[in-house]
């Protein structure tokens, strides 16, 4: 009897545990190791086993506790985002490890160039993922790579929708059909850039009516710009639509992304990065980006000009950080100058917090910058020659 | 000579990997124990060494591997929260453990009651965290709840950025200043609730004007919806605010956070929710979701309805589980109802991902959820009948 009493508190604390949650179980790690060691002998027949790879190329592990701990952070990142991906019904998708001291031949065979960078194999397309190592931003991505890489536009709800989308480079195309050999070749161009950049396109004369397209046209939309540019000389080849987007690829501001930080990082302008700060959710964040996104869209037409806009909000690992590095709080918005190479910096003022420039007050700032009248290696300067 | 070269070369190697994302260097965990294991001898000490203290009261860990390593994941999450927070100027944060089977006394002298939630202790306020246990989540929470209660509107961009937030409670007041008593009733107020209930007021009449608001009037806003209703009986004591709030905490639709997960699938209407799935930053989902609003502005009268949507972007790791348990694709948008108890799921039938449903077919398809007339036990039932 006592059994009989023990089994049913244990089976009612069960139920209470399990019931509470039910439809909403977080994936916790489940000690299972489905991430692969690659090796000169094995990393063919692994490879084959999957729809997608993904390979992370990680440098030699030192031998400290730091180190070892460090390490098996990232490794138990991997593990929990092949573990949730053993659910997934339609793909395959493995998990690999490369050393880059132990496994080099794997990573020359493989053409991995960049230490600490994940490379995903699917289809025919190698992509570099060079962001955060954590099992949901990385999953977040991975969802987006097998995607179809052109979403079709048919009706004024998904054509807002479409509008809605302002943080990402986007193109949008008008086409007769899915088997029109220019939306092949559209198509195509688009598995180039895919998931970085967003394709779309219709084959509804009234949506193309109302974005002013003509047929086998297609429109390339910087981020937070309102009016697109038509890419010249349609009909195109993929390779037109290529190098177009080539030429174009870095906008007058663009947000950094969890997903791509390093890779935006490491596209300075002369050494240099203009960074602004700004929570979005936030109405003081919200009033400084409408002011920059004003000063961006009158200076779109300036090749120079590439500002980094960070939402402290999709970093919050980062923020104590970046306030200590810059010597600046970012409970309130900032825009500023930072040398790559020493992460000086230097950061426009503003009297209050009640109060942010007005558009012409930042355009000055930002043009002062740009002719290098404000500079932070001259800051650096200055502290010394004052000390 | 050999050892300078050595130096060398390890200074540049260093150099190299610094340069490199100087500015951008995302924490990883340092292997220092920062979390206190808090114990009856020891936790009144503990705490009063830090402004905030955050505790998590967690089950007793298991024997078996798999129990280890889980709680050694969610023990590294909190380490890490704990080192990022190393770096705060203004504030000292600190981090504790308590075992809800060997530091029981401690859980009941500090009045944890939920296991497996976490506690913050902010001045006189004991907050309770019921999300997801990753670092992320968890630092954005907390800098959340060292903010003000309360954020002033002083001009009309900001106006903007407040009409921008549409995901959360909100509240707007009018008063005289900062110093008005009516002005500290509704602060006293925003602190029960904060961070969770965002609390807004202006001093400004010209802003006052906009929003129709009288002086000393309050203005309680639900998400999604455009008009606000107006706090009855002005001038009002901190107990009108809260009893008020009390009454209209279950919206018609509310957005599942990754900080409050838990706690909102608690709380359940007759053991079912009513669940949408929609990805906001793809068109499909934008559409359905721009739907899935005019229906919930359409029924706010209706005290038994409250919707959860469900982004799929910011919930990754569950994605592949909740395809699974409910048997749903999650590449185009899913409503349905789900019983919190097993799990069991109906779900809306939409014949083409191109058209989505009308609002008025999405409010007959609610209003049959509503009679009972559409049921997942039901749905069961059926099932066994067929089978």
Chains 1, 2 share one sequence.
Not at 184 to 198: R, T
Not at 249 to 276: C, F
């Amino acid at each position: 009897m006592k059994w009989g009493w023990l089994l049913l508190g244990v089976l009612l604390t069960c139920a209470y545990l399990c019931w509470s949650e039910k439809g909403l179980e977080f994936p916790e790690y489940d000690g299972k190791d489905r991430v692969h060691q690659l090796t000169i002998k094995n990393y063919k027949s692994v490879m084959k086993r999957y729809d997608v790879m993904v390979i992370y190329y990680h440098k030699a592990v030192g031998e400290d506790r730091m180190s070892r701990k460090q390490f098996e952070v990232e490794e138990l990142a991997l593990e929990l985002a092949a573990q949730v991906l053993d659910d997934l019904e339609d793909e395959d998708i493995g998990f690999g490890l490369v050393d880059s001291k132990k496994d080099r031949a794997v990573a020359q065979k493989l053409g991995l160039l960049e230490v600490d960078s994940i490379y995903i194999f699917a289809d025919d397309e190698i992509i570099e993922y060079d962001g955060e190592l954590a099992a949901d931003t990385l999953l977040e991505f991975l969802y987006d790579v097998i995607e179809e890489p052109v979403e079709i536009i048919s009706n004024d709800r998904e054509l807002k929708g479409f509008h809605h989308i302002e943080e990402d480079i986007k193109l949008m195309g008008y086409f007769k059909s899915a088997k029109s050999s220019h939306f092949i070749e559209y198509d195509d161009a688009a598995e180039e850039f895919h998931p970085f950049i967003k394709f779309f396109a219709t084959f509804e004369p009234k949506i193309a009516k109302k974005l002013n397209l003509k047929m086998n046209e297609v429109d390339f939309y910087e981020p937070f710009m309102n009016k697109p540019v038509s890419i010249p000389g349609k009909p195109y080849m993929e390779d037109n639509i290529v190098s177009f987007i080539e030429e174009h690829d870095r906008p007058t501001l663009r947000k950094l992304k969890p997903h791509s930080m390093y890779e935006i990082w490491e596209d300075d302008i002369n050494g240099q990065h203009i960074v602004a700060f700004a929570e979005e959710s936030d109405p003081d964040g919200y009033e400084f980006l409408e002011i920059l996104k004003e000063v961006a869209q009158e200076n779109t037409e300036n090749p120079d000009l590439s500002i980094i806009w960070i939402d402290p909000d999709d970093f919050p690992l980062m923020v104590p950080y970046w306030e200590k590095t810059f010597g600046i709080d970012l409970s309130s918005p900032q825009i500023g100058v930072v040398d790559v190479e020493d992460a000086d910096s230097v950061w426009m003022e503003m009297d209050d917090e009640e109060n942010m420039p007005t558009a012409d007050e930042l355009d000055t700032w930002i043009e002062d910058v740009m002719s290098g009248r404000i500079n932070p290696v001259d800051e650096d300067l200055e502290c010394q020659v004052i000390l």
